[in-house]
Structure formats: C-alpha cells, structure tokens
C-alpha cells in the first residue's frame, strides 16, 4: 500500500506514541483494532448561549446575540431566538444526568461572558454568573465528568462591540481581564479550556451588514483585523496562565479552530493548490501562526492579500502584518490542537465573491457532491473519509500534534428519536477517525459530538437539530428525550470501541 505521512513518521520515531501494533498491512480499510487508545477521551459539546436561556436572569448583561434577535428578529428563521432556549440555566442538573447516562468522559461548554461580566469589564463581576457556573463545574465532578471549556464561543458584550469588537486591538486587554476571572475562579477544577471557538465563523460578522452579528459590512477588512486581534488575544492568555496559573492549577489550553476538508475537484494541478489555499485560509491563517515551525500567517495567504490589496488600490495589505516580535509570541501557544470538522467540499480554483473579500482572496469555488448522504444543512453532508484526509493534512503540517476534536455531528430537521443517520455519521466519523490513529499513526487523544441537545443554532434557529438528546421547544419545560443515537455512542463511551454492527461489512 502507499505509506502516509503520519504512519511514515511514526515509524522512524516512537515521540508520538503512536498504537501501531494492531495494523493490518494489507488494507488501508481493514482496521484490526477498533478500539480507542488508551485515555481517548470521548464526550459532547454545547455553547452558552445556544442553550442556557435566561438572558437577562440574575444580573446578565446583554451580548451581540441578545441583541441581533431582539432589534433584527428577521435574521432569524421564524423569527426564534435565544431567550429561553433550552433552559439548561435552570435545568443544568438534568443536562448532567444526561452526560452520565452515556458515562461521558467529558462535557465542553461555554461561558457566557456577559453572565459573568454584565458590561464586559473587570469591574464589574456578578456573582449570580459566578455560582451558575460553579455548581455546573462541581456537579459534573461529583458525577465523575471532566468540564472542558470554552471561554468565547460567539455571545461578545454589547458593550464591548460598542468599542468596535474584535477589530479593535484594545480587545486583547479586555479579553485577558476576563480569562485571568476565569481561571482565578474555576481553574482550580477547570483543566482543559479552549480560549475562542471558531475564529474563522464568527469573524464573518464582520463582513455582513446583516444576518450574523455585529452585522458589521466590511468583507475582506474587517474580519482581518477581527482575526489578528484574535490571535493576539489568544496568544495574551496563554502566556498570562503559564504566568500566573500554571504551575498551581497544571491545565492545559488551545483554541478550537474550524475546517472542511477540501477535496480536488479533479486531479489538476490548479484544482489541487485551490484546497490547499482553502486549507491555509481556513485554517492555516489562525493555526499557522500558533502550530508552525516559523510562526507568522501562512506564505500563501500573505501573498496573495497583499497582491490582491494592491490591485485594489490599497496602499497596504488589508490583512494585518505581525511584528518579528509577535511572531515569536504567539508561536508555540497552544497544548493541543482543537478542531471542528464537519464535512467535506469539492474544490477548484476559481474566483467568486466580493471585491474585496477573504473568498476571493483564497481563489477557490467549492461544491458538494448530492450523491453524498445530506442531512439539514450542507455541513451535514456525510464524508467520512474527508475527515482521515484532514485529520493527516493537521499532522503533516504541524509535526503530528496532539487533536483533540471538540466538535463534530450531524443534523436533521425533525429531531427524531430513531435518528439512524445520525448514528451512521457518528460510527463512520469515528472509524475513519481510528484509521487516522491505527493506520496512519495520528495523535488523535479527544472526539466531542456536536452536540449534547437540540439547541438554538444561531441563524437556523430551532430549524435544524443536532442532539443526541431531542429538546421539545413546544413544552415550556423543555423536556429532554433520548434519541438512538444517545444510546450507541453511550455503547461506544462504554466499551470503547465500535460496535461490531457498525463496522464496515457488516
């Protein structure tokens, strides 16, 4: 067979600690061991404001999504929002029960900023935030579940946009003020924390002047400046915690990037750098500089703004330049690799979107095959084995980091309770995750489905579900429902490993 990078690797070295013993040589399909290594960490994953509701309980401060639903309600499909959601502010003790009876390692959620910081300053804290966020950190370990957790996953302070949001460099103070209470708080019990999720999503807020907020229209400039401060931000509170948090409370931080596999849309060579420009726009421009060797934003993606900002008439490159000292700074910033992965795109080089804009700059135009199983939305389409190829693409660009996968799932419209193509993604996303340990020699330590409940999802609002568990919106107690696919990935939690009915051929 044609020998990979990773499993290349893992044979001239044992640094990765690779589970190699159990390799079938005469397939790359045919996995002897479909069991999780040793301490793989398997768990689910929610986000604040998708299910706490209670949005302006207790003393809560108001957030850009608050925001957004109440003055722009036509954003939002049937004008839902996030109010009350899932209640999980009320009702996080059930939510708990859930994770323990599929036994789950873990449970990552998020903080909501405002909850604890009304105004988005240190100045002023709010205790009711704080003893929320205590008892649902206390009643995960009294029930033997790991908190894994998400400082910002999209719900800024309204007050904080006021001042300009993540364009605005001043941010990188503020944002260290609010991990510092964080960890002075809860890090004491809080061991894996991811600083932002999705960087390269909710930077897009500031591309449209409607839809997604802040709803700020400038493509292709703004959400430049959003990612550079991001960056910086991140880079900030990583040096603050070895600083000042590490040697006590010996945690472990990332920050959790997004990225779709982009398939060549034929074997040309245009068609091949076209997904590899998709990969370094996607994922490299926020990895490149915390993961790679030399730092700094991916050469490509460099290049190819400034060229394009000339042509434009910009006197400068719209994407932001690092000092040697930064680069050095934000190099090395990260203890794991954080990744969500949803699905996979056909790519080919070609130019579509705004003048000036970051998809126009990356040169590609993807699509997806429709004879690939779909769910509710394009992201759910089912691509296994794009997951493997971005899985060796991350450890053949980065020297084989430790992945921990923090998002990953599937949606559909109805949230049935016999969800079986939720259950195919899962155990076909999970094999193709073991090939990329077993036979490829990935350090692959973590996998969270997206996500525990059915939930508020952003724009789609209550459209579209990505349970485990099925959430009834219509009951005002929010009732929580078991769906089948609850039950095999509890099965899968248990046993560590796939089912044998859910292993190719049978």
């Known amino acids: 067979m044609k020998i990979s990078w990773c499993l290349f690797v893992s044979l001239l070295t044992t640094t990765f600690g690779s589970r190699l013993d159990t390799i079938s040589h005469t397939s790359e399909n045919a996995i002897v061991n479909y069991t999780f290594p040793d301490g793989f960490l398997l768990g689910s994953s929610t986000a604040a404001y998708q299910i706490e509701g209670g949005w302006n309980e207790d003393g809560k401060g108001v957030s850009i999504w608050d925001t957004l639903v109440h003055t722009h309600p036509e954003y939002i499909n049937n004008q839902s929002n996030g109010d009350v959601a899932c209640d999980s502010y009320h009702k996080y003790k059930q939510d708990v029960q859930l994770l323990k009876e599929m036994q789950s390692d873990f449970y990552r959620f998020s903080i909501s900023w405002t909850r604890i910081l009304p105004e988005g300053h240190i100045n002023k804290v709010n205790q009711a935030g704080i003893d929320y966020y205590n008892s649902l950190i206390d009643e995960l370990l009294a029930n033997g ?7 910002f996953h999209w719900d ?16 990188v103070d503020y944002f260290e003020d609010y991990a510092r209470l964080l960890f002075s708080t809860f890090g004491d019990r809080v061991k894996l924390w991811s600083t932002f999720n999705e960087p390269a999503s909710f930077v897009m807020g500031y591309t449209m002047p409607y839809g997604f907020p802040p709803c700020v229209g400038q493509p292709g400039v703004g959400d430049y400046l ?30 959790a ?6 398939e060549p849309l034929t074997n040309s060579t245009d068609d091949i750098d076209a997904c590899e420009r998709h990969q370094q726009f996607t994922l490299g421009l926020y990895a490149h500089p915390i993961f790679s060797e030399e730092g700094d934003y991916p050469t490509v993606v460099k290049e190819r703004v400034a ?5 434009e008439g910009y006197t400068r490159s719209r994407l932001p330049v690092f000092t040697q000292e930064e680069i050095e700074y934000i190099r090395g910033t990260a203890d794991f690799f954080a990744v969500n992965h949803y699905t996979t795109y056909l790519g080919t080089s070609g130019e579509e979107g705004t003048i000036p804009s970051i998809g126009r700059d ?9 004879e690939w199983p779909a769910g509710a939305t394009s992201t759910s389409r089912v691509v296994p084995w794009g997951f493997r190829k971005q899985l060796n693409w991350i450890a053949k660009e980065y020297n084989n980091p430790n992945v921990f996968v923090t998002e990953n799932g599937f949606s559909d419209v109805d949230g049935t309770i ?19 340990i077993h036979l490829d020699g990935c350090s692959v330590t973590g996998y969270s489905v997206w996500s525990l409940i059915d939930n508020f999802e952003w724009n789609l609002a209550y459209t579209v579900k990505f349970g485990l568990y099925n959430v009834d919106f219509n009951d ?9 696919s609850s039950k095999v990935y509890g099965e899968i939690i248990r046993t560590r490993q796939i089912p044998e009915r859910f292993r190719p051929g049978n």
């Open 156 to 171: 800024l302070p309204q007050t904080l946009q006021d001042l300009g949001g993540w364009p605005n460099v001043v941010m």
């Open 476 to 484: 005002p107690d929010r009732t929580r429902t078991a769906k089948e």
């Open 418 to 436: 016999n969800d079986t193509r939720r259950i195919d993604y899962i155990t076909s996303y999970l094999t193709e995750l073991l090939k990329a």
């Open 226 to 255: 959003a990612a550079h401060t991001v960056i910086l931000s991140h880079a900030r509170v990583y040096h603050m915690y070895n600083e000042e948090f590490r040697d006590k409370q010996q945690g472990k931080i990332s920050i």
């Open 307 to 311: 060229q394009n900002s000339a042509e």
């Open 362 to 370: 990356t040169g590609v135009i993807t699509t997806q095959d429709p």
């Open 257 to 262: 990037l997004n990225v779709n596999w982009c």
């Open 145 to 151: 579940i790991q908190p894994v957790v998400t400082m």
